[in-house]
């Protein structure tokens, strides 16, 4: 057929008139119908935006090899550089934003998932982010915020983290956990605290190290400082011998006949020592048994020989060197370093408890109430991923980690919403800023899992009427559409444009209230092209080419066939036999108006002198 039509046979064109064809007819079983609009003057061999011989605009090239026409590349493709207008589509792991310049990864504007920690877009289901990185959100120059694998702190093992912090190793530290903090470190630094090899945390050193309190391991002949009281043959010691007495000068036992010897009736903690960070030495009975002096000294006070029991006004607390009747709120009983003179040591809780709560032991699980956010019984810096910081209501408690709704994905939530997740599991989809398990009947889901909405003119509800089946369908339409345009739709809401007039073809789509232009309305709810023959834009009232608003390209005037008929103005692309075109001019050139010219020429009749050709 001509430039920008394709033949079909007249067995598959319902509603059009096969008399009027003119020069539309190639030969005796077809007439040519209008190509695609995308395929503008180079002819096709099919109604569809794929059936073009080349495109007038942009060519999209699928992955799988199909040719499709567009009017300019997609968000998700790219225009290739070695072939200026041919669409190509970005790479599968890229985001809303698409890519430059080519398909590789590397090329991605965004990520649908995160950004690896090589640049390159990372995959959903893959383990890119759970190797010593988590998953976190960072600014991108167009100011919105994308998910990028972050790096754990250097104190997390390879077990990962849920943040950047040492507070937030998800499993083990590389080389030390702080029990006091709950943080991973390097080396176990500060007082009172010694490096435990075995269990790589950094454990408390004995109460009876005194100076810096440090030390090398747990019992009290491996302190490094000093002694906080006494110390014998190398050991610290709460109370000396009975054979000698403690020294003034400095944390030693000497005899008791020495110049520096205090006197044995002192007690260690007595009720006017309060929090003297130097308290004094226990007595010791004649049979070396560790005492405690009731009294002033005087002859008449007694000695109460130690049997786990201590009399109210002797009962004091040892707290970081000095005597308290309490601890601090900041701090708990610990029992456990009892000794002859007092009840025990007030030892510091945890880092993450709060303050003026206090705690019942050194570590994490031990906080009465967290200072930050509590995560199945133990106070953390921050929840883990895949939970998020619920607030407990009336300020009842601390706040938890809660899990994140069961349809996000790795990267986490803000809260117990699907909408509040920062990107759906592989079971969900998105639908604007809520993760669900599936599209609603009014969109689609995309190549990306997110769901997208459905044309206008779709049936997604029977409620203001059952709508239009496409041909072959059920008799009762089913709803939704497959994609986002009018032809990609299940059913229709109000009417069904049919292409180029078949029961059937590729390219059915959907319209509103009344049919759109270049096609007419044919019957109930459907609607069918203008003839190839119309101009585009002009439409037409019926079928064929004597019911055109304005010629595509000739005019032809058809006798009447009887004197009280008038005339009728007929479509044609080519002048019939005896008839002319008129020359071409600027404003029509001869390869033709295609509708861009300010009107179509009309044919005129041979002079009679003139042969026929």
């Known amino acids: 057929g001509p430039h920008g039509k394709y033949a079909v046979a007249f067995a598959a064109v319902a509603g059009m008139d096969p008399g009027g064809g003119g020069g539309d007819v190639a030969g005796a079983e077809g007439t040519c119908r209008l190509c695609h609009p995308l395929c503008g003057r180079h002819g096709c061999s099919g109604p569809s935006s794929n059936d073009c011989i080349a495109c007038e605009h942009f060519t999209y090239l699928t992955l799988a090899g199909d040719a499709i026409c567009v009017r300019s590349c997609a968000a998700d493709t790219y225009e290739d550089p070695a072939e200026p207008m041919v669409c190509r589509p970005c790479h599968s792991e890229c985001g809303e934003r698409g890519c430059a310049g080519g398909a590789e990864v590397s090329a991605c504007r965004d990520c649908r998932y995160a950004r690896g920690p090589d640049g390159l877009c990372v995959s959903s289901d893959s383990n890119a982010c759970s190797a010593e990185h988590y998953v976190g959100l960072v600014p991108h120059g167009d100011g919105g915020e994308e998910p990028t694998c972050l790096p754990c702190h250097a104190e997390c093992d390879q077990q990962g983290c849920s943040g950047p912090s040492a507070a937030s190793c998800s499993g083990g530290c590389r080389h030390f956990r702080d029990l006091d903090r709950n943080v991973c470190v390097a080396t176990c630094e500060g007082p009172r605290h010694w490096a435990n090899l075995d269990e790589h945390t950094c454990a408390r050193c004995s109460v009876l190290c005194g100076g810096d309190g440090g030390c090398y391991g747990p019992g009290p002949a491996m302190c490094t400082g000093g002694c906080a009281y006494a110390q014998v043959d190398g050991e610290c010691v709460l109370g000396c011998p009975e054979s000698l007495c403690r020294s003034a000068a400095e944390a030693t036992c000497v005899s008791c006949d020495s110049e520096h010897a205090l006197p044995r009736s002192v007690p260690l903690c007595d009720a006017g020592a309060g929090t003297d960070d130097t308290p004094k030495p226990a007595a010791h009975n004649a049979t070396g048994t560790t005492a405690v002096m009731v009294g002033d000294g005087g002859d008449d006070d007694d000695i109460i020989v130690d049997d786990d029991r201590m009399?109210?006004?002797?009962?004091?607390?040892?707290?970081?060197?000095?005597?308290?009747?309490?601890?601090?709120?900041?701090?708990?009983?610990?029992?456990?370093?009892?000794?002859?003179?007092?009840?025990?040591?007030?030892?510091?809780?945890?880092?993450?408890?709060?303050?003026?709560?206090?705690?019942?032991?050194?570590?994490?699980?031990?906080?009465?109430?967290?200072?930050?956010?509590?995560?199945?019984?133990?106070?953390?810096?921050?929840?883990?991923?895949?939970?998020?910081?619920?607030?407990?209501?009336?300020?009842?408690?601390?706040?938890?980690?809660?899990?994140?709704?069961?349809?996000?994905?790795?990267?986490?939530?803000?809260?117990?919403?699907?909408?509040?997740?920062?990107?759906?599991?592989?079971?969900?989809?998105?639908?604007?800023?809520?993760?669900?398990?599936?599209?609603?009947?009014?969109?689609?889901?995309?190549?990306?899992?997110?769901?997208?909405?459905?044309?206008?003119?779709?049936?997604?509800?029977?409620?203001?009427?059952?709508?239009?089946?496409?041909?072959?369908?059920?008799?009762?339409?089913?709803?939704?559409?497959?994609?986002?345009?009018?032809?990609?739709?299940?059913?229709?809401?109000?009417?069904?444009?049919?292409?180029?007039?078949?029961?059937?073809?590729?390219?059915?789509?959907?319209?509103?209230?009344?049919?759109?232009?270049?096609?007419?309305?044919?019957?109930?709810?459907?609607?069918?092209?203008?003839?190839?023959?119309?101009?585009?834009?002009?439409?037409?009232?019926?079928?064929?080419?004597?019911?055109?608003?304005?010629?595509?390209?000739?005019?032809?005037?058809?006798?009447?066939?009887?004197?009280?008929?008038?005339?009728?103005?007929?479509?044609?692309?080519?002048?019939?036999?005896?008839?002319?075109?008129?020359?071409?001019?600027?404003?029509?050139?001869?390869?033709?108006?295609?509708?861009?010219?300010?009107?179509?020429?009309?044919?005129?009749?041979?002079?009679?002198?003139c042969g026929a050709e």
């Open 311 to 609: 009399p109210a006004d002797a009962e004091l607390l040892l707290n970081h060197g000095g005597c308290v009747e309490e601890c601090p709120a900041d701090s708990f009983f610990d029992g456990s370093l009892a000794t002859e003179a007092t009840r025990g040591e007030c030892v510091t809780c945890s880092a993450l408890c709060e303050g003026a709560s206090g705690c019942v032991g050194p570590t994490a699980s031990d906080c009465r109430r967290c200072r930050v956010v509590e995560d199945a019984g133990v106070c953390v810096s921050q929840c883990p991923v895949g939970k998020y910081p619920h607030e407990q209501p009336d300020g009842a408690g601390s706040s938890v980690c809660l899990a994140c709704h069961s349809l996000c994905g790795l990267a986490g939530c803000s809260g117990p919403e699907p909408s509040q997740c920062v990107d759906c599991s592989a079971a969900a989809v998105l639908l604007g800023w809520a993760c669900v398990p599936e599209c609603p009947i009014t969109h689609f889901m995309d190549a990306t899992r997110v769901c997208r909405a459905c044309h206008s003119a779709c049936l997604t509800s029977t409620a203001a009427g059952p709508g239009v089946a496409l041909p072959g369908a059920p008799l009762v339409p089913r709803l939704g559409c497959t994609g986002p345009g009018p032809a990609d739709c299940v059913a229709c809401k109000h009417r069904l444009v049919l292409s180029s007039g078949t029961a059937g073809g590729t390219s059915n789509m959907c319209a509103g209230d009344t049919c759109p232009v270049d096609t007419y309305d044919m019957g109930p709810a459907h609607c069918a092209p203008c003839d190839a023959a119309c101009r585009p834009g002009a439409g037409c009232t019926g079928p064929g080419p004597r019911r055109c608003g304005a010629c595509r390209r000739l005019t032809h005037h058809e006798a009447p066939v009887s004197a009280s008929e008038a005339g009728v103005d007929v479509c044609v692309v080519e002048c019939p036999a005896g008839w002319s075109a008129p020359p071409p001019t600027a404003e029509q050139p001869d390869d033709h108006q295609d509708g861009a010219g300010p009107g179509a020429g009309v044919c005129v009749q041979c002079d009679a002198q």
